[in-house]
């Protein structure tokens, strides 16, 4: 059984990478205009598309990186400094305004893109599901993983579920602030991966 320190890191890792209430803003001007019930379906075909591919990659990423010979300790330094990225564009606001400036057209069906991939299923939620699985502990820690992200693909379509009322709870500032703070978190995690990258090469003990 998975250590719940990992369990509590991976799933905080997922949460804040895929930042479910920085998807709420967005996922309501992509469905502006539209009935509740498109909405809902669209939400749910985004997350299940992008809950697939996280899968995809989570069981056969490592398989993939071997096969063009890269080793894990490389993706883990490499993951973790594409994870550095985000955490400075939340702390800056940048990722917010490069989402924004992703929106679709009211008639077209944003649930593949750009809300699957890649506001949900983005390259840092894909390396994270790598450097994650890499790092369980055998097959229980893999199901573990996976049964994280499950989690908060669930908890990702709540939010959007739940868009109108807590864009209106939230505001413009509370979600600002919500997103710094993840942002800090998901900075100081992304550290922690370039260290266990850098101790599986063995140049620091």
Do not use: Y
């Not at 490389?74 to 994870?83: C, K, N, S, T, Y």
């Not at 944003?110 to 840092?124: K, R, T």
């Not at 868009?163 to 978190?185: A, D, H, N, Y």
Request: net charge neutral; hydrophobic share 55%; proline share 6%.
């Amino acid at each position: 059984m998975p250590e719940t320190a990992f369990l509590i890191t991976a799933f905080a890792t997922l949460f804040v990478v895929i930042d479910p209430p920085g998807l709420v803003p967005l996922f309501i001007a992509l469905t502006q205009g539209m009935g509740s019930d498109h909405r809902r379906r669209l939400a749910l075909r985004a997350c299940v598309i992008a809950g697939f591919l996280l899968l995809l990659f989570g069981l056969a990423g490592e398989s993939i990186l071997n096969f063009i010979g890269i080793s894990m300790p490389a993706f883990r330094i490499a993951g973790g400094i594409l994870l550095f990225l985000t955490a400075l564009d939340m702390l800056f606001e940048r990722r917010t305004q490069r989402r924004e400036g992703q929106k679709a057209e009211h008639d077209h069906d944003p649930s593949v893109f750009p809300l699957a991939i890649p506001l949900i299923a983005g390259p840092g939620a894909i390396a994270t599901m790598i450097l994650l699985v890499g790092e369980a502990p055998g097959w229980p820690g893999t199901v573990a993983v996976l049964g994280l992200m499950a989690v908060v693909m669930m908890t990702t379509f709540l939010f959007l579920l739940a868009s109108p009322p807590l864009e209106r709870l939230l505001g413009r500032t509370g979600t600002i602030v919500i997103t710094r703070l993840l942002g800090m978190l998901l900075a100081a995690l992304s550290v922690q991966f370039v260290i266990d990258g850098v101790k599986g090469t063995g140049l620091i003990g």
